[in-house]
């Protein structure tokens, strides 16, 4: 693929990226770190993280975001370490895949856990922190499209993101007088070890054939997105959930 042209579009912008070690979190943390940002991963992948931030000059936090305490200090101890934080990214969110008769309340709790609550974290530490340094902010907030449409044998997947879509959009009504934008993202299939264990490339012709580009996604159509929602261009943009699916989903 083409290397994307880069502009400084994020100079002196801090950045935190929740899921930043792999997968679209981790295309976003290079993409803005191209683009002229300071960048810190929260990941629960130590190997991984700690490359990414190596190759792109940024730094590496080790964390758990099941552990809401942890993921509150390690969110602090990573703005603090910037200065402060201009933009939130957060990407990290995990799929188990299950039907709703078979879904246990372990694994409701925990994909909630990860794909929601600890979303609420790292947003009450950087908006605190943003409110503070009064020059507004950027929260980025990674959905799905099951948020929209659901999605058979996926477990607490689709509710966790449905419920992120709502919890963006107060995040956007509350923090909108504090120049605070909040805006989710809603992908289709992107090609990620995201479900990778169990993708068969029938699965990939099949899904691909439900976009009318005739093709699935990768990290980096995700991450051009969330570069523009990170730019002044989209500064009066606030409380969507917009679709980067190919146009699967066109609601
Ligand atoms: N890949 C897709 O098709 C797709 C589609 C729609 C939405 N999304 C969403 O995009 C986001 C990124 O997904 P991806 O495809 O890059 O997946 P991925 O599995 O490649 O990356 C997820 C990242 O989150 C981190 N993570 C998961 N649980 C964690 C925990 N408890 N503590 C710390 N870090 C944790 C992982 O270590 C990993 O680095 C997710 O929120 C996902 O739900 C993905």
């Known amino acids: 693929m083409t290397p994307p042209v880069t502009s400084g579009r994020l100079a002196d912008k801090r950045v935190v990226v929740t899921g930043g070690a792999r997968g679209i979190g981790g295309e976003i943390a290079s993409r803005f770190a191209a683009e002229g940002a300071a960048v810190s991963i929260l990941d629960r992948l130590v190997d991984l993280g700690t490359e990414r931030a190596a190759a792109i000059g940024g730094t590496f936090h080790e964390v758990d975001l099941l552990d809401p305490a942890a993921t509150?200090?390690?969110?602090?101890?990573?703005?603090?370490?910037?200065?402060?934080?201009?933009?939130?990214?957060?990407?990290?969110?995990?799929?188990?895949?299950?039907?709703?008769?078979?879904?246990?309340?372990?694994?409701?709790?925990?994909?909630?856990?990860?794909?929601?609550?600890?979303?609420?974290?790292?947003?009450?530490?950087?908006?605190?922190?943003?409110?503070?340094?009064?020059?507004?902010?950027?929260?980025?907030?990674?959905a799905s499209m099951a948020a929209k449409k659901g999605g058979a044998g996926e477990g607490a997947y689709p509710p966790s993101k449905a419920a992120v879509v709502a919890l963006t959009r107060m995040a956007a009504l509350?923090?909108?007088?504090?120049?605070?934008?909040?805006?989710?993202?809603?992908?289709?299939?992107?090609?990620?070890?995201?479900?990778?264990?169990t993708r068969t490339q029938a699965d990939i012709d099949t899904w691909s054939s439900y976009s009318p580009l005739g093709r699935l996604g990768e990290s980096s159509d995700v991450a051009a997105v969330a570069l523009f929602l990170a730019s002044p261009d989209a500064d009066y943009l606030t409380g969507q959930a917009i679709n980067v699916t190919g146009g699967m989903v066109m609601h």
């Open 72 to 142: 509150a200090a390690t969110t602090t101890a990573a703005v603090e370490a910037m200065g402060g934080v201009d933009v939130l990214v957060n990407s990290a969110g995990i799929l188990r895949f299950t039907s709703l008769l078979d879904l246990t309340v372990q694994d409701w709790n925990e994909t909630f856990s990860i794909n929601t609550r600890a979303m609420l974290t790292t947003m009450q530490v950087c908006v605190r922190a943003m409110i503070a340094a009064g020059h507004g902010g950027k929260i980025i907030n990674l």
């Open 174 to 197: 509350e923090w909108g007088c504090h120049g605070i934008t909040a805006n989710s993202l809603c992908p289709g299939y992107i090609l990620t070890e995201m479900g990778a264990a």
